[in-house]
């Protein structure tokens, strides 16, 4: 496989898989801002923006945070390159670019949903249609997902797509722990609506129900941040994403009969995580190990781009 195909379905996986979190991240504010008190109305507003890493770009085309603009940005802004919109966009059109090694079926959800996105004007919804737009959103997503696991051939194309969709969730994960750390952080005394936060976390990452049937009904920020962190059962878990990247990798490895540094990487990142425990990352530091790991996931991708992307950048990647 050459290269640059290789890239194109590593970076396709990884813009939809942005685009759905993207849209969980709008889910999540947009509810904890029906609940927020007035004294930090725009807190989840900003938490996305800085979550995001768009908080600079954002203010430099508008003057305030609110609500409204901020949806605006990061579901429709044409120059903001992580807006839900554009990793759309960025999705079909790496796939478009390797029609040859991805499925008719594939092809046709990714095609369909860019489609039909053109006919949603960002002057015409309200606020209130966020959370519709959000689920369909993560329907497409879904159904992509389902439409590469099922059709697709498990070779290394195979490997390229799952590698960018569980880096880009490990990722992701990082930032949406965050958005909550920052409205209301880990050692938040006022217990009752820290829980309520937590809670509506957890039903937007599709997790209440498995959070309950792993740890009882009790709630407990010790066991949130395990369920997230470490539970090697939950499919969007820190721990989860970044084993099946390692998996990814390995089979990668195999394939090719040569083992890479990122493989090398991704056995490392693994084993340090799996030697802390909940308690260790509380005491220690909530914000300095989602700093550190969000800094061992781009060192990551940067192992994975010099492997087998010969070192050069994605056409839409900064």
């Known amino acids: ?38 004294e930090n109305k725009n807190d ?32 429709f802004e044409e120059s903001n390159k992580s807006s839900i919109k554009n990793c759309v966009r960025f ?21 369909s949903t860019y489609q039909e996105l053109q006919d949603i004007s960002s002057g015409r919804y309200k606020s209130s249609e966020i959370p519709n737009l959000c689920s ?8 992509l ?14 490997d390229f797509m799952n590698l960018g969709y569980y880096l880009e969730r490990a990722d992701n994960i990082i930032r949406f722990i965050d958005v909550k750390n920052f409205i209301s952080p880990i050692n938040d005394k006022e217990k009752e ?10 039903r937007t990452l599709a997790a209440y129900t498995q959070f309950r049937l792993s740890y009882g009904v009790n709630m407990s920020q010790d066991k949130i941040a395990h ?17 099946n990247a390692k998996i990814h990798l390995k089979n990668l490895s195999s394939f090719y009969n040569l ?6 990487t991704s056995r490392k990142i693994i084993s340090k995580l799996s030697d802390l425990t909940v308690k260790e990352i509380f005491d220690n530091g909530f914000n300095d190990f989602l700093a550190q790991y969000s800094d061992d996931i781009n060192n990551l991708h940067i192992k994975i781009r010099n492997s087998y992307f010969g070192g050069v950048y994605n056409v839409f990647e900064d």
């Open 259 to 264: 083992q890479s540094g990122a493989f090398s």
């Open 91 to 111: 999705t079909r059109e790496n796939f478009r670019m390797v029609r040859n090694r991805i499925t008719r079926e594939v092809w046709d959800v990714i095609n």
């Open 1 to 38: 496989m050459l290269s640059s195909t290789a890239e194109k379905l590593y970076w396709a996986c990884r813009y939809i898989e942005r685009a759905e979190m993207t849209s969980r991240l709008l889910d999540v504010a947009y509810r904890i801002s029906l609940t927020n008190n007035k």
């Open 227 to 243: 369920f997230l962190i470490f539970n090697n059962t939950n499919p969007r878990s820190l721990f989860y994403s970044l084993e």
């Open 44 to 75: 989840e507003w900003e938490s996305i923006l800085l979550s995001t890493a768009v908080k600079e770009e954002y203010l430099f085309k508008n003057s305030k945070i609110n609500q409204r603009r901020v949806e605006k940005f990061l579901f």
């Open 136 to 143: 369909w959103i993560k329907q497409k997503s879904s159904m």
């Open 145 to 158: 997902k389902g439409a590469i696991i099922s059709t697709q051939l498990s070779s290394d194309s195979y």
């Open 193 to 202: 609506n820290n829980d309520y936060q937590w809670g509506i976390l957890l």
